[in-house]
């Protein structure tokens, strides 16, 4: 056998765009629980451009080889992807991005986000550079408020970098300005980032509540998940820096000491316990420094897991 033998071929995969061989729509047209919406940035910073335009096709091709097994067990779930053996998620396809019109990015990943949540479908956003998330919550005003639970290990306090607002550091700082976000958990923080001593004085200011990635490890998830009001609307927001190299190092900014998998895991499965996962994104993979597709495979069953929890919540 001269090729390299394929899980996907073992199960009967088929060639597909989407993620994980869902049903493909628009953000005008999807139904269900769930949509995938890829975004390769929103606004970049002029020293290292979209840097992370290759995240979105790099996850979904992490889960291309188990388009076949939608509804076979999942044991990270305890069941199917879809426990009522009907898929009931799509993938929209990743909102079109100009690299030299950050304004118009942000509009149309914000247009793209409040057309889903119009129709009732969490929206679940594959990145793309820590910029997208900010015009993904934009969308979310006027309606719930919202619990952010971030996962990353870095903080997002700059007031500007580079002379810009809107940029992947800042993300955390807009979002505690947004009305409708009533509450923030960051948690994983670790090593050096671009926060200053000030920005982390502000966060705290604001009411932020950190939980470092060496008090998660020496506590556990337990009390973080108390920190997640009960009946909440939570959006997580994954960095996936958050996870520790040895399972990602598809980032741009890696850092020893980081979450591992089944921790990240069951603080999403928390956090849809103690209230409702309202949308989320992963966001920051570098597709050009995960040569054996490993990391792809990480954040895409990051992604599976999402998709069951928010099917599970709304089959009640």
Request: charged content about 15%; proline content about 7%; hydrophobic content about 45%.
């Amino acid at each position: 056998m001269s090729q390299i033998p394929a899980i996907g071929a073992l199960f009967g995969a088929v060639d597909s765009s989407t993620f994980m061989g869902l049903p493909a729509a628009t953000p005008e047209t999807a139904s269900g629980s769930a949509a995938i919406l890829g975004a390769t940035t929103a606004t970049p910073y002029a020293s290292v451009g979209a840097y992370c335009r290759s995240g979105p096709a790099a996850i979904r091709a992490g889960a291309a080889p188990y388009s076949a097994n939608l509804l076979h067990m999942d044991f990270d779930l305890g069941g199917p992807i879809f426990p009522a053996g009907v898929v009931t998620a799509t993938d929209c396809g990743d909102v079109t991005i100009d690299e030299a019109d950050a304004a118009g990015n942000r509009e149309r990943i914000r247009a793209a986000t409040g057309a889903l949540l119009d129709r009732g479908v969490v929206p679940i956003s594959l990145g793309g550079d820590d910029s997208v998330p900010y015009p993904q919550l934009l969308a979310y005003e006027g309606r719930r408020p919202l619990t952010i639970l971030q996962l990353d290990a870095h903080i997002d306090w700059r007031e500007e970098v580079q002379g810009e607002r809107y940029g992947l550091s800042s993300t955390m700082r807009l979002a505690a300005a947004m009305p409708h976000v009533e509450k923030i958990i960051q948690v994983g923080a670790r090593a050096i980032g671009s926060a200053r001593p000030s920005d982390h004085a502000d966060a705290l200011a604001a009411g932020v509540t950190f939980v470092t990635a060496r008090d998660l490890h020496a506590n556990g998830v337990g009390p973080v998940l108390d920190l997640i009001p009960r009946g909440a609307e939570v959006f997580v927001a994954l960095d996936v820096d958050a996870l520790d190299p040895s399972v990602m190092p598809a980032v741009i900014g890696p850092a020893p000491g980081g979450l591992t998998y089944t921790q990240t895991v069951e603080l999403i499965a928390g956090a849809a316990g103690r209230g409702r996962i309202a949308g989320a994104n992963v966001v920051e993979f570098v597709a050009e420094r995960d040569p054996n597709g490993l990391a792809a495979l990480t954040a895409a069953r990051i992604v599976t897991v999402l998709l069951g929890l928010i099917a599970r919540q709304a089959a009640g």
